[in-house]
């Protein structure tokens, strides 16, 4: 079964910090990769996908199909960073719904 | 920026009645989406919904459930007679295309069964 695992409920950094956001999947095929986020209070936006291999507002996520991994990356973390990111799938195809990680919480200190 | 729309922002109803939710997609797209989240879990998807005819459901999606596009614009979640575990939060998502898969969300609606 296609999954998603974001291990981190929670992660905390102060600003200027490196910021890492794992993602895990599990899935036999060739996935599409999404990192989705949401602002206070604000809806479900896509920040970036796999196969743009482009750099939002700073993030950049690799997939590693060795590792099955997708991790969210930025070099030096703001504080209008914080929000809830979510990773998510799409099995590609005729397939085109998301399954999504539980999300993690990134909350940026002065 | 075009967005995608939802009302009500919040629904309250009793348990065994129905529920019609209602989403205004993005003008252009043709792909529609429901999601919905229980309190503290993940995001987790319902229905996908093509040219007029659902193209792919989740077990979730019962026979409780149904999805119409009555007028080419609003696109409809119903649940016939709601119980108290669909209380949730409902997301409409809507793409151009299945190629990019770029969905656009929603604000929600929370449902709340009482």
């Known amino acids: 079964a296609q999954r998603v695992t974001q291990p981190e409920k929670l992660l905390s950094v102060f600003k200027g910090a490196p910021v890492e956001l794992k993602c895990n999947y599990s899935?036999?095929?060739?996935?599409?990769l999404f990192w989705y986020v949401q602002y206070s209070r604000q809806r479900l936006q896509l920040l970036l996908r796999?196969?743009s291999r482009e750099s939002i507002k700073g993030f950049t996520a690799d997939l590693n199909k060795g590792e099955t991994s997708f991790h969210l990356k930025k070099p030096f973390a703001q504080e209008e960073d914080s929000a809830m990111y979510y990773c998510a799938l799409s099995r590609g195809g005729s397939q085109g719904n998301l399954i999504f990680g539980k999300g993690t919480k990134l909350s940026v200190k002065p | 920026e075009p967005e995608v729309t939802q009302t009500p922002s919040h629904q309250v109803t009793q348990m065994g009645q129905e529920v019609i939710l209602r989403c205004v997609p993005i003008s252009n797209h043709l792909y529609f989406y429901w999601y919905r989240q229980i309190l503290g879990q993940k995001v987790e998807f319902l229905v996908s919904f093509y040219n007029n005819e659902i193209s792919e459901k989740s077990e979730i999606f019962d026979d409780q459930f149904s999805v119409e596009r009555p007028d080419g614009s609003n696109f409809t979640l119903k649940i016939r007679s709601t119980k108290l575990e669909d209380s949730a939060m409902y997301f409409c998502?809507?793409?151009?295309?299945?190629?990019?898969?770029?969905?656009?969300f929603g604000p929600g609606t929370r449902l709340t069964v009482l």
């Open positions: 796999h196969i």
């Open positions: 899935y036999s095929g060739s996935p599409e």
């Open positions: 998502a809507s793409s151009a295309d299945r190629v990019a898969y770029t969905q656009y």
